[in-house]
C-alpha cells in the first residue's frame, strides 16, 4: 500500500511539500543575500560574519534542541495542548534571554581565542536576535505538533522574505555586516508577527503540564539535538580554530551555503515526520507509521543525482553566485553536498528512531558523530585545510548515515528500499557526467541544471521507481484541494 493512500500519509505530504517549498525560499533569498554581501563584504568581511552567524546559531539551535523534539511530541499526543504551549513558548523566550546574555559575557573573549577582535561587537548585537529567535521558533514548534502544517509555512516563508529585503536594504544603505545582522533581527520579528497569529496564546497564561516527562524527554534530545546541530555547522568553527583565516571561512562558508538545499528537505520533512510518527504511534497505528517511515528514507535516495549533478557543476555554480574570487570553494562544494545528503539521511532516520524508541538512544547515536569528526578535523585540517575540513564532513556523515540506518532497521525493522539505491546510483552517474561534460556559464547554466533535473525525473520514471499506484496517488494529491489540518486537531 503507498503511504499516500492513508489520511495521515498524505497530510503529511501535503505538509512536507508547502513547507519545503516555503523552505526553498530560504537557499533562494540566502543565495541572493550571500551573493550581494559577497560583493559588498569581500571575502574577510563576509567570514567575520558567516563566523559571528555560526556562533549564535550554535546557542539558538541549543535551546531549540531542548524544546523543540519533546514540545512537538507532548503537545501531539496531548488532548488539552494549550497548556503546554503556554507554558513551553515562555519557557523558550526566556531561555533565549539566557543565551542571548551569555553570548554577551563571551563575546570579548571569543573574539580573542579566535584571534578576531572585530568579532566582539558583531556578537554583542547579534544577541539580540537569540531571544526573538526563541519565541518565534516556540510558535513554530507549537504548529507543528498540532498539525498545522500549513502555518508554519506561512510563517517562515514570511520570515525568509523579509530577511532577504532588510539586508539588501540596511546594508545597501552602509551599515556593512552591522545592516545584515539587524536584517536577520528584523526578520525574526516578522516571523513573530505572522506565527502569532495562528497560535493564540497569552504570555502569562496559566499552564499545567507534565514537567517532569518534559524535562527528562527535553534534556535528552537536548544533548542529542546540540550533537547534530553542531556537526552540521563543526567544519567552519574548527577550520578557524586550527589556524584558517576569516579568507578561508569566507570559502567554506559560500561552499556550504550553496551546499544548503538538501538541508531544506530535512528542515521540512523532519518535524513533520516526528509529529505524524508519535501521534500514530500514540493510537496504536504502528504497521502505517513504519510505511510512512521507509517512504521518508526512500525519499532521501532521490536526493543522489541532485548532489551528482551540483558536484560536476560546482565550479560553474560557485562562480555564478559569487563571482571568480571565490572559485576556490568550488572543491569544498563538491565534497559537502555530498555530506549534506547523508546528514539528511542521519536525521530522517533520527527522527523515526526518536519516535519509536526510548529518546536516550539518540543520544547514544548522534554524539559519537561529534567526536569521530573533531579527531578527523584534528588531522585533516592543518594538512588540507578547508578541503581537509570538507572531506572530513562529507565521509563522517556518511559514515554515520549508515550507522543509523542500520539502527532503524535492528529496532524497528524498515530499511530503504535496495532498488531505488541502485536506480539513484546508476541515475547519480548519469547526472555527474551531464553537468560535467557541458559546459556553461551565466542563464546556460541555469537552463543545463533545469535539463538535468528533468533527466534525473525521466530517469526514474523509465527505471519504473513509482507504481502506477504511486502516480495515480500523486496526480490525485496534486489535482485535489487539501482540506486544513484542523481534520487533525482544532486550535
Known amino acids: 500500500m503507498s503511504p499516500l493512500s492513508s489520511q495521515p500519509g498524505r497530510h503529511l505530504l501535503d505538509g512536507t511539500v508547502r513547507v519545503f517549498l516555503a523552505g526553498l525560499l530560504f537557499p533562494l533569498t540566502g543565495i541572493i543575500t550571500a551573493a550581494f554581501l559577497t560583493r559588498r563584504l569581500g571575502p574577510e568581511g563576509y567570514g567575520l560574519l558567516v563566523l559571528s552567524a555560526t556562533l549564535v546559531v550554535w546557542i539558538e539551535m541549543g535551546i531549540n534542541s531542548f524544546f523543540a523534539r519533546a514540545t512537538i511530541k507532548l503537545v501531539a499526543e496531548a488532548e488539552d495542548w494549550r497548556s503546554i504551549g503556554v507554558t513551553v513558548r515562555r519557557l523558550h523566550f526566556l531561555a533565549g534571554v539566557g543565551g542571548g546574555l551569555m553570548l554577551t559575557l563571551l563575546a570579548f573573549p571569543l573574539a580573542a581565542f579566535l584571534n ?16 526573538l529567535s526563541g519565541m518565534a521558533q516556540g510558535n513554530q514548534n507549537i504548529l507543528v505538533g498540532i498539525g498545522h502544517f500549513r502555518q508554519k509555512a506561512v510563517s517562515s516563508a514570511g520570515q525568509y522574505i523579509a530577511r532577504l529585503f532588510l539586508i539588501l536594504i540596511l546594508v545597501g544603505m552602509g551599515l556593512s555586516i552591522e545592516g545584515a545582522i539587524l536584517g536577520n533581527i528584523g526578520a525574526s520579528l516578522v516571523e513573530i508577527a505572522i506565527s502569532r497569529r495562528y497560535v493564540r496564546l497569552p504570555f502569562f497564561g496559566h499552564a499545567m503540564f507534565p514537567s517532569q516527562k518534559f524535562w527528562n524527554i527535553g534534556f535528552i534530545l537536548f544533548l542529542s539535538g546540540m550533537s547534530l546541530n553542531s556537526y552540521s555547522s563543526l567544519g567552519l568553527v574548527m577550520l578557524k580554530i586550527f589556524g584558517g583565516t576569516a579568507q578561508d571561512v569566507g570559502m567554506y562558508g559560500a ?72 572559485e576556490p570553494a568550488a572543491p569544498l562544494l ?158
Not at 116 to 131: F, M, N, Q, T
Not at 306 to 324: D, K, P, R
Not at 379 to 391: D, E, K, N, T
Request: aromatic content about 10%; glycine content about 8%.
Open 255 to 326: 561552499a556550504q551555503n550553496l551546499s544548503i538545499l538538501p538541508g531544506i528537505f530535512s528542515m521540512a520533512v523532519g518535524p513533520l515526520l516526528f509529529s505524524t510518527l508519535s501521534r500514530m504511534l500514540s493510537s496504536g497505528e504502528a504497521a502505517q507509521a513504519k510505511v510512512i517511515g521507509r517512504a521518508t528514507m526512500r525519499m532521501v535516495l532521490g536526493l543522489l543525482p541532485i548532489a551528482a549533478m551540483v558536484s560536476g557543476a560546482a565550479s560553474e555554480i560557485v562562480t555564478l553566485f559569487f563571482g571568480q574570487a571565490f
Open 116 to 131: 578576531e577582535p572585530a568579532l566582539a561587537s558583531y556578537l554583542c548585537l547579534y544577541s539580540l536576535h537569540i531571544p
Open 334 to 491: 563538491a565534497f559537502l553536498i555530498w555530506g549534506a545528503v547523508a546528514f539528511v539521511m542521519i536525521s530522517v532516520s533520527i527522527t523515526i528512531v526518536t519516535a519509536a524508541r526510548p529518546p536516550r538512544l539518540t543520544l547514544i547515536l548522534s554524539a559519537p558523530l561529534v567526536l569521530l569528526a573533531m579527531a578527523g578535523f584534528w588531522v585533516m585540517i592543518p594538512r588540507f585545510g578547508a578541503l581537509g575540513a570538507a572531506f572530513v564532513t562529507a565521509l563522517c556523515s556518511w559514515l554515520g548515515a549508515v550507522t543509523i540506518v542500520f539502527v532503524v532497521y535492528r529496532f524497528w525493522s524498515i530499511v530503504p528500499p535496495i532498488g531505488t539505491l541502485c536506480r539513484s546510483i546508476v541515475i547519480s552517474a548519469l547526472a555527474y557526467a551531464l553537468a560535467v561534460m557541458w559546459p556553461s556559464t551565466g542563464l546556460m547554466l541555469v537552463i543545463k541544471l533545469g535539463v538535468i533535473g528533468i533527466v534525473i525525473l525521466m530517469g526514474y520514471l523509465i527505471l519504473r521507481e513509482f507504481s502506477a499506484d504511486e502516480i495515480v496517488q500523486v496526480r490525485s494529491f496534486l489535482g485535489r484541494r487539501t482540506e486544513p489540518a484542523e481534520q487533525q486537531h482544532k486550535m
